[in-house]
C-alpha cells in the first residue's frame, strides 16, 4: 500500500451513482448533488487504485459503538456540558463534559475512484463558517488517528482480497475496482467522442468561413 494524501475530498455524484448499481452498501443519496458530501480521502493506492474512506453524520445508534474499531473510528470532541448544542449526539464523560460525535468514519464503506472523478474541498473557499470549522475538527482529529486508520485499511483490504470473502454491510472491493475501471474506460470514450465532434464542428466552421470569404471575392 502506497499513502498519498491526507484531506477531504467531494466525489462525482454521477460516480457514486454509477457504482451503487452494483454495490448497495455504498453510500449514496441523490441529495449528494446538492451539497458537499465529504469523502476522507486518505488517498491510498492499493491494487493500483486510490481509495477513499466516507464520513457520515452521527446518528443515536452511533452512541453505543466502540469509538475505535476494526472497521469505523468515532470522530468526537469532548465539550463542556453547559455549551453542548440541544440538537448533538453525545456520549457520557464525567459530570461536566460529554463526547460529542462529530462524524463516523466508515472504513468498511471505503471505495475506489478514477483521478477524474474525485476534487479537493478547499476549506478556504467554504462560506458556511460552521460547516468549515466543522470540517477543520474532523480532519485534526483524522490527522492525530493516521497511523491507525491506515493499518485498518491495509488490514480490512488484504483480508478480504486474501480470503474472497465479503463480510455483512462492508463493500465489494474487487467488484468495485472492476466497476472502477469499466467508467473509466466509458468516461474516456465519451471525451473522445465529445473531441473528435468538436473538431469536426471546428473544421467545418473553418470551411464555411473560408467558402464565405471566397464568394465575397468574386462579388
Aim: with cysteine.
Amino acid at each position: 500500500m502506497e499513502f498519498v494524501d491526507f484531506a477531504f475530498y467531494k466525489i462525482n455524484n454521477d460516480y457514486l451513482q454509477y457504482l451503487y448499481q452494483f454495490d448497495k452498501e455504498i453510500y449514496f443519496n441523490e441529495e449528494y448533488s446538492k451539497k458537499t458530501k465529504p469523502f476522507l480521502g486518505i488517498i491510498v493506492k492499493m491494487s493500483e487504485h486510490h481509495y477513499f474512506i466516507p464520513l457520515t453524520s452521527p446518528k443515536e445508534k452511533h452512541k453505543k459503538w466502540k469509538n475505535i474499531a476494526d472497521d469505523h473510528f468515532i470522530i468526537y470532541e469532548k465539550q463542556e456540558i453547559e455549551k453542548i448544542n440541544n440538537k448533538s449526539i453525545y456520549k457520557d464523560l464525567d459530570n461536566n463534559h460529554k463526547l460529542v460525535l462529530l462524524s463516523v468514519l466508515d472504513l468498511k464503506k471505503m471505495i475506489p475512484s478514477p483521478e477524474s472523478e474525485y476534487q479537493k474541498i478547499e476549506f478556504n473557499k467554504l462560506t458556511d463558517i460552521n460547516y468549515r470549522n466543522l470540517l477543520i475538527s474532523e480532519l485534526s482529529f483524522c490527522y492525530s488517528i493516521k497511523e491507525k486508520i491506515i493499518n485498518n485499511i491495509e488490514k480490512i483490504y488484504n483480508e478480504q482480497i486474501k480470503n474472497n470473502k465479503i463480510k455483512k454491510y462492508y463493500c465489494n472491493f474487487k467488484l468495485l475496482e472492476e466497476k472502477c475501471l469499466e467508467y473509466q474506460a466509458k468516461s474516456n470514450v465519451k471525451k473522445f467522442i465529445l473531441s473528435d465532434k468538436n473538431k469536426k464542428q471546428s473544421s467545418e466552421a473553418t470551411e464555411e468561413s473560408s467558402q464565405s470569404q471566397e464568394n465575397q471575392e468574386e462579388r
